[in-house]
Nanobody, 124 residues
């Protein structure tokens, strides 16, 4: 069982940066591929980025490539999403998710555990 708690969301202006954190419980964090997804109002949840259990491989959606960076600190059981050059269309609730020994999937159903989400609002 893994419990995930996101933090770091907020209201920012276009062009600003934010760093989201996702703290995981349990002693097996380093066996989980971690993903970030987001859901804007009235839209389906979509994949943002993922990082494998070792941190050696990362995956990004085309919409955030070059602006967002996913990283992890296995000693702190935490995964991060550094978001730069934010745009109003990045406004959404951001969720982290865990997939044990996962391949860095962009598919929601591949992830076993989910956090409660953190709101990111980008004003123009």
């Amino acid at each position: 069982q893994v419990q995930l708690v996101e933090s770091g969301g907020g209201l920012v202006q276009a062009g600003d940066s934010l760093r989201l954190s996702c703290a995981a419980s349990g002693s097996t964090f380093n066996s989980y591929t971690m993903g970030w997804f987001r859901q804007a109002p009235g839209k389906e949840r979509q994949f943002v980025a993922a990082i494998d259990w070792s941190g050696s491989s990362t995956y990004n959606s085309n919409s955030v490539k070059g602006r967002f960076t996913v990283s992890r600190d296995n000693a702190r059981n935490t995964v991060y999403l550094q978001m730069n050059s934010l745009k109003p269309e990045d406004t959404a609730v951001y969720y982290c998710a865990a997939d044990r020994w996962g391949p860095g999937s962009s598919v929601q159903r591949d992830y076993e555990y989910w956090g409660q989400g953190t709101q990111v609002t980008v004003s123009s």
